[in-house]
């Protein structure tokens, strides 16, 4: 397929561009990016109108009038005006085609999505009314984690809770607490601030990597873990239990932890 010219487009564009159009056509590339079956979403969403949009953080709000829409960009998410329909692809996440042949992709949802909802379940909707700040904000600081991490909640525990901070899931939880030497199951009121600031750079070191290599090569995507891209090839201690650690030869083991698969080494990550 030919490149198409593309034109990235802010959120509150999209509100001029698309604003009183009906959709006439909308698809998803992967069911986990929505919360619907995938041949539902362009059903929920053709025939009606976007009425307006909204914010809150990162997170857009698309008015249909009965139905929502949720997207979440995270770090790699971008709204792009295509000169014409395409089906959604690797890069093209989710497309919307409204009358007058307006195009939007909302690409690169890698650690996003684009949820439907109908207006009475939103305001109590946990995602918005208490989403925490993306990785890369200003607002994600190592102030900021060892204020949430006063609690005595474990590390792992508080870094999935998408409240503290968005995006995080459960294999990146992992890995970053390997980079940083910080056992999973450690409560989080006794990290001291020197490992905070491990956390806090590992965080952020191990999603631009993900971002990057799920750019680059997105062929093997849905692995046994439902995730995509490369960065698989990249993981230390994520399903590598029985395995040696790259860093000091211990044996990885598996637990659990805040009710998810865990994968430490108990000698760089002592608890
Ligand atoms: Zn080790």
Known sequence: MPELPETTVISEDVATLAGGREVVRAAVFRPDVTNVVPEEFGRRLVGRRLRGTGRRGKVILLDFG????????????????LSGWTEPDR????????????VLAFTRLWLGYFHLYEPGELDGHPL?????PDPFSDGFTPEYLTD????KAS???????QSVVAGLGNIYVDEVLFAAGVHPARKANT???????????????ILRRAIELRGTTFDSYHDAFGETGKFQHQLKVFARAGGPCPRCGAEITKSRVAGRGTHTCPSCQPL
């Open 191 to 205: 990290l001291h601030g020197e490992e905070i600031r491990k956390v806090h750079t590992a965080t952020r070191d």
């Open 91 to 102: 890069t093209n996440t989710a497309v919307l085609e409204f009358e007058g042949g307006l």
């Open 128 to 132: 918005i009314s208490r989403l925490g």
């Open 148 to 151: 949430v991490f006063r609690r």
């Open 66 to 81: 009965e139905v929502v829409g949720v997207v979440h960009l995270v770090i790699s998410g971008r709204v792009l005006r």
């Open 155 to 161: 590390v792992k525990g508080l870094l999935l809770d």
